[in-house]
Structure formats: structure tokens, C-alpha cells
């Protein structure tokens, strides 16, 4: 029996401090789901609207901006076989075959390329920095 309790009194004790120990820091399971914050987070919409006018072309970037901020990473060093920007030898191909096939390749994507070069700005902004970089 000495043996016995030897070896089960500990362990007993070891699991009742451990018990009374971790229960002292944790609340009551669920009592945070109907906090207001919790609620606001769960009944958030998943996408917002943001809309913008097409008309309102002061707001909107210029072909230089829109290059710096997107085409740049690929077209300036000529990374995963982007042409070079100011590559005459590069580009003059693709000229001609017109704005709007370029245009078009800048759109929905072409090669590594992804649409609009994996921007956020509007068809009319990725035009301006087609015929930028043209």
C-alpha cells in the first residue's frame, strides 16, 4: 500500500493544483461571444464599397505615377521577361500591333504578367501608363 500510495497521492495532487491553478485564470467558456465587439466582428460585411467617379480625373494617377507605383518592379529591370522600359528593340514589336492590343495585354495580363500587373487602379490609369511606357 506504501508503494501504491506513493505514486497515486502525488499524481492526484499534481492534477488538482494544476486544475485549480489554470481555472483561476481562464473565464467561463462562451462568456465572451456576446460581447458587443465580438458581435460587431461576426456580423461585419466582407467586402466594402468605396465608389468612385469617372469623371473626376484630378484624383486619378498619371501614366509616370501609375508606372513608379506598378509596372516599374518589372519593367524597369526587365524581371520574369518584362521588355525594359525605353527598350526600342523590345518594344517596337508590340507597337505594332496598337495601343489597344497593349492595352489589352495590360488588362487582363499576358505571360508572368497578371491583369493590370497585379494593381489596384482603373482601366483608364493603366491606358495612361501604356502609352507612357510606349
Known amino acids: 500500500w506504501a508503494v501504491l500510495f506513493a505514486f497515486v497521492v ?3 495532487v499534481i492534477i ?5 491553478v489554470s481555472t483561476a485564470a481562464k473565464p467561463a467558456a462562451g462568456t465572451g461571444a456576446l460581447d458587443a ?3 460587431a466582428e461576426r456580423i461585419a460585411p466582407v467586402a466594402h464599397v468605396q465608389v468612385k467617379s469617372a469623371n473626376d480625373v484630378s484624383a486619378m494617377k498619371t501614366g509616370e505615377q501609375v ?8 519593367h524597369a529591370t526587365g524581371a520574369a521577361g518584362a521588355p525594359k522600359f525605353g527598350d526600342a528593340a523590345a518594344w517596337g514589336p508590340r507597337l505594332k500591333s496598337g495601343v489597344e492590343a497593349l492595352l489589352n495585354s495590360a488588362l487582363k495580363g499576358k505571360g508572368n504578367m497578371g ?13 495612361r501608363a501604356v502609352v507612357y511606357m510606349a
Open 10 to 12: 502525488p499524481v492526484v
Open 16 to 20: 488538482m493544483l494544476a486544475n485549480y
Open 37 to 39: 465587439q465580438a458581435v
Open 67 to 74: 508606372f513608379q507605383a506598378q509596372c516599374a518592379a518589372c
Open 115 to 127: 491583369p493590370q500587373g497585379g494593381g489596384d487602379f482603373s482601366d483608364f490609369e493603366i491606358q
